[in-house]
């Protein structure tokens, strides 16, 4: 039973440039949502994904946008990146209605210079 | 106001020694309340659900008292493995039946020989 998955596990970027994280959720979840760790702080919302759409957005620009496909799997994008954007990107998945419970995948660690 | 506060820590204990977490939630409506635990660069794991009669799980004990918006961690006889950021979180429904987690910014344990 495969876990959350999420690609790629590092990445180096510099200021202005635009970024796309993956995420495949674990086997038989159809939920999605999105996090963003600074260091030392705990992870904050950044926005949630059923059914294709978004349906719950944290306090984050407009930057930061993303997609869920058919199968699931989902997609986070950050244009216009900034120092302040680096970070640990996690995904999590959960099965809507059950969704007190959300697994985490291993994070992306974005640097951006 | 932070949806969850917690005291960041940190703890640094000997081995045997118990050891006890605390944070407050701001939001009466929130649902369900759980402890993560946070290894070094690594993805939160869920260590376990707070309920309010109290609930143990070998040497973990939490503790949720709705009226003062309090939850409680403690760990008995501490292992060298318990060394970690311990997060805690609550799930509140902002109406949606999805749920989003709010995270406190975690206490770090370190437990030393």
């Known amino acids: 039973d495969a876990g959350v998955t999420q690609s790629p596990t590092h990445l180096i970027k510099t200021r202005g440039q635009q970024v796309t994280l993956r995420c495949s959720p674990k086997?038989?979840?159809?939920?999605v949502s999105w996090y963003q760790q600074a260091l030392g702080q705990g992870p904050q919302f950044i926005f949630q994904?059923?059914?294709?759409?978004?349906?719950q957005r944290g306090n984050f620009p407009d930057r930061f946008s993303g997609h869920q496909f058919p199968n699931y799997s989902s997609e986070l994008n950050v244009n216009a990146l900034l120092l302040g954007d680096s970070a640990l990107y996690l995904c999590?998945?959960?099965?809507?209605?059950?969704?007190?419970?959300?697994?985490f995948g291993p994070g992306t660690r974005l640097t951006v210079t | 106001r932070k949806e969850v506060e917690q005291d960041p820590g940190p703890f640094n204990v000997p081995e045997g020694a118990t050891v006890a977490f605390n944070c407050t939630y701001s939001n009466s409506a929130s649902q369900s309340f759980f402890w993560y635990r946070q290894d070094c660069r690594k993805e939160p794991k869920l260590l376990m659900s707070?309920?309010?009669s109290g609930n143990e799980d070998g040497r973990f004990t939490a503790q949720l008292n709705r009226a003062s918006q309090y939850i409680s961690l403690l760990i008995r006889d501490s292992k060298l493995s318990d060394s970690a950021t311990y997060l805690c979180?609550?799930?509140?429904?902002?109406?949606?039946?999805?749920?989003?987690?709010?995270f406190g910014r975690g206490t770090q344990l370190t437990v030393w020989p």
């Open positions: 994904y059923y059914e294709e759409e978004e349906r």
């Open positions: 707070v309920y309010s």
């Open positions: 999590a998945s959960s099965l809507a209605g059950q969704s007190y419970e959300q697994y």
């Open positions: 979180v609550v799930r509140t429904d902002r109406g949606s039946t999805l749920g989003r987690l709010y």
């Open positions: 086997s038989g979840h159809d939920t």
